[in-house]
């Protein structure tokens, strides 16, 4: 049976899944979780504690969160995109840094969205915690960069780096200062399968819950 994806083009986690679907050009269909569909959304709320998306679907085998979706493709379908090292310790570290991407960029931008969607407005205290920590994160990121050595494809790294700071640049922009990271972002965004995610996702920008910016 065909792999299936559940998710919406707009959403960041699922980005992130797809990116790693598309660099290895794996079969699957697209199922959108959205009012329109609400058999996908039962599936989702259904799968686990949240019901948050994207959700794999292989068979019998449900998989969520972005992160073990793609551990999950590296071992059942894998492709010429290494998503993981090979080596124990290298695949440790490289978790390791997914995590960055997740809890200090990605997961610190949807706060302010967050609260937008909730309370209509960003209140200037979020506004103040949420670009220091972003800030914070930038700095840390852009010192790491230096001693980064990109891959010949995409790994899990990328797969979580494009789509948080994609939008994490959207809540603050990244600052001159950090000019490997401006680069990095700009390289990420090229990349051909997250080009793809970019693209599909255009038609729901108007959307962005803080206003998206004219540009990439
Ligand atoms: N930790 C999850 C986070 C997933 C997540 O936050 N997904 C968002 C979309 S980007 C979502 O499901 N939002 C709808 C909701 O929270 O009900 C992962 O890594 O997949």
Redesign the pocket.
Known sequence: MMLALYG?PF????W?ALIALYANATPFVFRMVDPNHPENVARVQAASP?????LLVDGEVEV????SIIEYLALHHPGPAMLLPADPDEALRMRMFDRVF?NYVMNVM?ESVAEVIREGALSAPTRERVHAALRRSYNWIDNWLATYRRPMTVSLIECAAAPSLFYADWVLQIPDEFALLRAWRAHLLALPPVKRCIDEARPWRQFFPLGAPDRD
């Open positions: 919406h959403s960041s986690y699922t992130k949240l019901g948050k998306f994207p969520f969160e972005a992160s997740d949807q």
